[in-house]
Protein backbone atom coordinates (compact mmCIF):
# COMPACT_ATOMS: atom_id res chain seq x y z
CA UNK A 1 0.00 0.00 0.00
CA UNK A 2 2.74 2.21 1.13
CA UNK A 3 4.75 1.82 -2.56
CA UNK A 4 1.41 2.48 -4.16
CA UNK A 5 0.69 5.69 -2.94
CA UNK A 6 4.59 6.74 -2.98
CA UNK A 7 5.01 5.35 -6.61
CA UNK A 8 1.70 7.86 -7.60
CA UNK A 9 2.88 10.63 -5.50
CA UNK A 10 5.90 10.04 -7.39
CA UNK A 11 4.32 10.02 -10.78
CA UNK A 12 1.41 12.70 -10.52
CA UNK A 13 3.01 14.84 -7.51
CA UNK A 14 0.23 16.30 -5.67
CA UNK A 15 -2.66 15.12 -7.39
CA UNK A 16 -1.48 11.41 -6.88
CA UNK A 17 -2.15 12.31 -3.12
CA UNK A 18 -5.33 13.49 -4.19
CA UNK A 19 -6.57 10.64 -5.97
CA UNK A 20 -5.23 8.22 -3.80
CA UNK A 21 -7.67 10.19 -0.92
CA UNK A 22 -11.09 9.89 -3.33
CA UNK A 23 -10.57 6.17 -3.51
CA UNK A 24 -9.91 5.89 -0.10
CA UNK A 25 -13.62 7.53 0.63
CA UNK A 26 -15.12 5.32 -2.25
CA UNK A 27 -12.44 2.10 -0.54
CA UNK A 28 -12.04 2.50 3.45
CA UNK A 29 -9.45 -0.51 3.14
CA UNK A 30 -7.43 2.21 1.56
CA UNK A 31 -6.32 4.59 4.98
CA UNK A 32 -6.37 7.60 5.15
CA UNK A 33 -4.13 8.13 8.49
CA UNK A 34 -1.54 6.33 6.22
CA UNK A 35 -1.94 8.38 2.82
CA UNK A 36 -2.20 12.25 4.89
CA UNK A 37 1.11 11.58 6.95
CA UNK A 38 2.47 10.30 3.67
CA UNK A 39 1.89 13.55 1.93
CA UNK A 40 2.84 15.16 4.76
CA UNK A 41 6.31 13.92 4.57
CA UNK A 42 6.71 13.56 0.98
CA UNK A 43 5.91 18.22 1.03
CA UNK A 44 8.49 17.86 3.78
CA UNK A 45 11.29 16.34 1.69
CA UNK A 46 10.51 18.59 -1.46
CA UNK A 47 8.71 15.97 -3.30
CA UNK A 48 5.66 18.49 -3.77
CA UNK A 49 4.38 21.51 -2.37
CA UNK A 50 2.93 21.71 0.97
CA UNK A 51 -0.10 23.98 0.07
CA UNK A 52 -0.73 21.56 -3.00
CA UNK A 53 -0.95 18.12 -1.07
CA UNK A 54 -3.41 20.38 1.50
CA UNK A 55 -5.76 21.84 -1.47
CA UNK A 56 -5.32 17.99 -3.30
CA UNK A 57 -5.72 15.83 -0.50
CA UNK A 58 -8.95 17.97 0.52
CA UNK A 59 -10.24 18.03 -2.99
CA UNK A 60 -9.93 14.56 -3.41
CA UNK A 61 -11.87 14.27 -0.24
CA UNK A 62 -14.93 15.59 -1.51
CA UNK A 63 -14.78 14.06 -4.96
CA UNK A 64 -15.06 10.97 -2.90
CA UNK A 65 -17.79 11.89 -1.12
CA UNK A 66 -19.47 13.64 -3.76
CA UNK A 67 -19.61 10.61 -5.41
CA UNK A 68 -21.04 8.54 -2.23
CA UNK A 69 -23.79 11.48 -2.25
CA UNK A 70 -24.70 10.36 -5.44
CA UNK A 71 -25.23 6.91 -4.84
CA UNK A 72 -27.40 7.77 -1.71
CA UNK A 73 -29.48 10.00 -4.25
CA UNK A 74 -29.79 7.46 -6.84
CA UNK A 75 -30.87 5.07 -4.47
CA UNK A 76 -33.36 7.68 -2.71
CA UNK A 77 -35.76 7.38 -0.48
CA UNK A 78 -38.16 4.89 -1.83
CA UNK A 79 -36.01 1.99 -2.24
CA UNK A 80 -33.96 2.70 0.67
CA UNK A 81 -36.89 1.93 2.50
CA UNK A 82 -37.72 -1.22 0.28
CA UNK A 83 -34.11 -2.59 0.99
CA UNK A 84 -35.02 -1.72 4.85
CA UNK A 85 -38.10 -4.09 4.85
CA UNK A 86 -36.42 -7.13 3.20
CA UNK A 87 -33.41 -7.29 5.88
CA UNK A 88 -34.30 -9.04 8.81
CA UNK A 89 -34.21 -7.22 12.63
CA UNK A 90 -34.65 -4.11 10.74
CA UNK A 91 -38.06 -2.42 10.95
CA UNK A 92 -39.02 0.39 8.19
CA UNK A 93 -39.61 2.55 11.44
CA UNK A 94 -36.28 2.28 12.11
CA UNK A 95 -35.15 3.80 9.01
CA UNK A 96 -37.77 6.64 9.70
CA UNK A 97 -36.57 7.29 12.90
CA UNK A 98 -32.70 8.15 11.37
CA UNK A 99 -34.09 9.67 8.54
CA UNK A 100 -35.81 12.01 11.09
CA UNK A 101 -32.62 12.70 13.18
CA UNK A 102 -30.63 13.25 10.30
CA UNK A 103 -33.18 15.79 8.97
CA UNK A 104 -32.28 17.80 12.40
CA UNK A 105 -29.13 17.01 12.92
CA UNK A 106 -27.89 16.12 8.92
CA UNK A 107 -25.30 19.38 9.16
CA UNK A 108 -23.36 18.21 12.39
CA UNK A 109 -23.50 14.67 11.44
CA UNK A 110 -21.59 15.58 7.70
CA UNK A 111 -19.18 18.27 9.26
CA UNK A 112 -17.89 16.09 12.27
CA UNK A 113 -18.92 12.89 10.41
CA UNK A 114 -15.51 13.59 8.32
CA UNK A 115 -13.32 13.35 11.35
CA UNK A 116 -14.36 10.15 12.15
CA UNK A 117 -13.13 6.84 10.65
CA UNK A 118 -15.22 4.91 8.81
CA UNK A 119 -18.17 7.29 8.94
CA UNK A 120 -16.37 9.95 7.24
CA UNK A 121 -17.18 7.95 3.87
CA UNK A 122 -20.74 6.60 4.71
CA UNK A 123 -21.67 10.11 6.04
CA UNK A 124 -22.65 10.85 2.36
CA UNK A 125 -24.55 8.00 1.72
CA UNK A 126 -27.68 9.36 3.84
CA UNK A 127 -26.95 13.14 2.81
CA UNK A 128 -27.37 11.96 -0.86
CA UNK A 129 -30.60 10.15 0.39
CA UNK A 130 -32.14 12.82 1.92
CA UNK A 131 -31.05 14.99 -0.69
CA UNK A 132 -29.21 17.71 1.37
CA UNK A 133 -28.71 21.08 -0.47
CA UNK A 134 -25.91 19.97 -2.24
CA UNK A 135 -24.38 23.54 -1.81
CA UNK A 136 -24.75 23.03 2.16
CA UNK A 137 -22.89 19.45 1.64
CA UNK A 138 -20.22 20.55 -0.62
CA UNK A 139 -19.28 23.31 1.95
CA UNK A 140 -19.84 21.19 5.60
CA UNK A 141 -17.74 18.29 3.37
CA UNK A 142 -14.91 20.45 2.56
CA UNK A 143 -14.39 22.24 6.15
CA UNK A 144 -14.58 18.75 7.70
CA UNK A 145 -11.90 17.35 5.33
CA UNK A 146 -9.87 20.57 5.17
CA UNK A 147 -9.46 19.95 9.30
CA UNK A 148 -8.94 16.38 9.06
CA UNK A 149 -6.69 16.15 6.21
CA UNK A 150 -4.71 19.45 7.59
CA UNK A 151 -3.98 17.98 10.91
CA UNK A 152 -2.50 14.89 9.31
CA UNK A 153 -0.36 16.34 6.09
CA UNK A 154 0.96 19.08 9.20
CA UNK A 155 1.57 15.80 11.46
CA UNK A 156 3.34 14.30 9.12
CA UNK A 157 5.55 16.87 7.84
CA UNK A 158 6.84 17.64 10.98
CA UNK A 159 7.66 14.41 11.61
CA UNK A 160 9.53 13.80 8.82
CA UNK A 161 10.90 10.49 8.60
CA UNK A 162 8.98 9.12 11.51
CA UNK A 163 5.36 10.04 10.22
CA UNK A 164 4.61 5.92 10.59
CA UNK A 165 3.94 7.22 14.26
CA UNK A 166 0.97 9.12 13.78
CA UNK A 167 -0.50 6.02 12.31
CA UNK A 168 -0.25 4.28 15.13
CA UNK A 169 -2.15 6.73 16.98
CA UNK A 170 -4.94 7.09 14.54
CA UNK A 171 -5.21 3.10 14.65
CA UNK A 172 -5.75 3.31 18.13
CA UNK A 173 -8.74 5.92 17.68
CA UNK A 174 -10.25 4.18 14.92
CA UNK A 175 -10.12 0.52 16.74
CA UNK A 176 -12.19 2.56 19.65
CA UNK A 177 -14.55 4.10 17.11
CA UNK A 178 -15.48 0.49 15.76
CA UNK A 179 -15.53 -1.17 18.79
CA UNK A 180 -18.65 1.28 19.70
CA UNK A 181 -20.13 0.96 16.20
CA UNK A 182 -19.56 -2.89 16.59
CA UNK A 183 -21.27 -2.60 20.56
CA UNK A 184 -24.18 -0.60 19.19
CA UNK A 185 -24.94 -3.20 16.79
CA UNK A 186 -25.11 -6.04 19.10
CA UNK A 187 -26.72 -3.52 21.35
CA UNK A 188 -29.54 -3.15 18.61
CA UNK A 189 -30.14 -6.43 17.84
CA UNK A 190 -29.90 -7.88 20.92
CA UNK A 191 -32.68 -5.68 22.08
CA UNK A 192 -34.76 -6.65 19.07
CA UNK A 193 -34.50 -10.09 19.29
CA UNK A 194 -35.57 -9.69 23.28
CA UNK A 195 -38.53 -7.50 21.73
CA UNK A 196 -39.48 -10.58 19.16
CA UNK A 197 -39.41 -13.29 22.11
CA UNK A 198 -41.04 -11.76 24.54
CA UNK A 199 -44.54 -12.19 25.27
CA UNK A 200 -47.29 -9.86 23.26
CA UNK A 201 -49.68 -7.99 25.33
CA UNK A 202 -53.14 -10.28 26.35
CA UNK A 203 -51.13 -13.50 26.10
CA UNK A 204 -51.30 -14.64 29.70
CA UNK A 205 -49.82 -17.42 31.59
CA UNK A 206 -51.65 -20.72 31.92
CA UNK A 207 -52.80 -22.35 34.93
CA UNK A 208 -51.20 -25.38 36.09
Sequence with gaps: MEK????????????????????ENLFPPIPSEVILPMA??????????????????????????LALYGVGALLGRERTLAVAARLPLVKVSDIE??????????????????????FRSLVSVPAGVERMPLPLF???????????????VLAGHALGDNWEQVTGFVSVYSKAVLVAAVAAVLC?????????????????????
Design 4 to 23: WINSLMDTLGAPGAGIAVAL
Design 97 to 118: RTEAWFVRHGAKAVFLGRMVPI
Design 188 to 208: FVGIRLTGMVRPGPGVRRQRR
Design 138 to 152: LVLTTLGSAIWNTAF
Design 40 to 65: GFASASGRIGLLAALLWTTAGSVVGA
